[in-house]
């Protein structure tokens, strides 16, 4: 195939870049900052899931307590209602931060609030979110460490820390699966969020190609939620819930793919001087069919009540601390 002798410059792919460099270069430090109303809203909003996940306990109403029995007791077990309240919050900055995301790399409109305001809500965003993750890991392990009858203290700290946080470790039922998802979550989730301060290091390019897998942290997030989370555990409104929260976020992926703020990652006509090979061009396009087909699923799922949710038993089920290994 004949491509053309001189390259079509691509001058709108600086686009971006262009407006950032008439500001500052974001420091670590500087967003860790500005990062702090956004992480006080969160722990607010943690609260308040955590009274509320409380309250419905307290009520008898509880999904968690519905899989585990045993744990019919908010004041014995403050620190898991913790840990499902820090997984909430940061499921939904890890939902606000992607959507934010893909907003700032799709089309502009002009009711769009400021590029760089834009920008910096996203960074904080994403700041909070990883802290998020880890303190919900955090409060399982210290949960762990909690209702750990052995005496020694450096075996249950052992214990608690590989159970949360070495992948495969964790071995009782959906755990087995859901935990190393989670933990794969958190994992990718540190390097592709800080790799932003280093970018000048790897450069933008590089930086760009990688930071597009955060879709796949978020991915993670929520199939670990849908496998583990006890609170998702039953066909019931809180799973239909989660899953209508996809549709927003794939609705504007689909936008993002169609419409790219970048001139370059445009579609266009297959073969066009100065586009993409006929490779690249059919897994740009592949890519864009992939993303409708995802929202017509979630819609499928909804519409079809077949969101993966179990059935609530009748009698509730015998089970040991932790193991909510079947459905
Ligand atoms: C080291 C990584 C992780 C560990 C050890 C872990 C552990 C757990 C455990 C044990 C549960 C079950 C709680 C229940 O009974 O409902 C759970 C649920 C959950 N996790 Fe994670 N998780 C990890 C990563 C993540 C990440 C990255 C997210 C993303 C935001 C997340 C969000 C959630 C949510 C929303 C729930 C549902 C809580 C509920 O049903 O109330 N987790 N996680």
């Known amino acids: ?153 450096l075996t249950r700290l052992w214990s608690a820390f590989a159970d949360s946080f070495v992948p495969g470790w964790y071995d009782s039922g959906t755990g087995q699966i859901a935990i190393p998802v989670g933990q794969a979550a958190l994992y990718l989730a540190v390097p592709l969020g800080l790799l932003f301060y280093v970018r000048h290091r ?34 019931e409104w809180p799973r239909t819930v989660l899953w209508l929260l996809q549709i927003p976020v794939a609705l504007l992926l689909v936008v993002r793919l169609a419409r790219p703020a970048r001139r370059a990652e445009r579609l266009g006509a297959p073969r066009r001087p100065g586009g993409p090979g006929l490779p690249e061009w059919t897994a740009r396009a592949l890519g864009r069919l992939a993303a409708a087909a995802v929202v017509a699923g979630i819609l499928a799922v909804v519409i079809s009540g077949h969101d993966g949710g179990r059935t609530r038993p009748a009698d509730p089920p015998a089970s040991t601390p932790h193991d909510h290994g079947s459905g």
């Open 202 to 235: 790897i450069g933008p390019r590089t930086w760009r190609r990688l930071h597009r897998f955060v879709l796949v942290v978020y991915v993670l997030s929520v199939w670990h939620t849908l496998l583990y989370g006890t609170n998702v555990w039953y066909g």
């Open 1 to 153: 195939m004949q491509r053309p002798a001189t390259p079509v410059p691509q001058e709108p792919d600086r686009a971006p870049e262009a407006a950032g460099r008439r500001e500052s270069t974001p420091r670590l430090r500087g967003d860790l900052r500005a990062a702090v109303p956004d992480a006080s809203a969160a722990v607010g909003v943690t609260v308040a899931v955590f009274a509320f996940l409380w309250f419905r306990m307290e009520a008898g109403t509880s999904s968690t307590v519905a899989v585990m029995p045993f744990m019919d007791d908010p004041r014995a077990y403050w620190m898991y209602l913790l840990s499902q309240a820090f997984g909430w919050s940061a499921l939904l900055w890890a939902w606000g931060t992607v959507m934010l995301g893909l907003v700032l790399s799709g089309p502009r409109t002009a009711r769009q609030p400021p590029r760089r305001t834009l920008e910096r809500w996203h960074r904080t965003t994403s700041l909070t979110t990883t802290a998020l993750m880890f303190a919900h890991a955090l409060m399982f392990a210290a949960e762990l460490v909690r209702h750990d009858t052995r005496p020694a203290w």
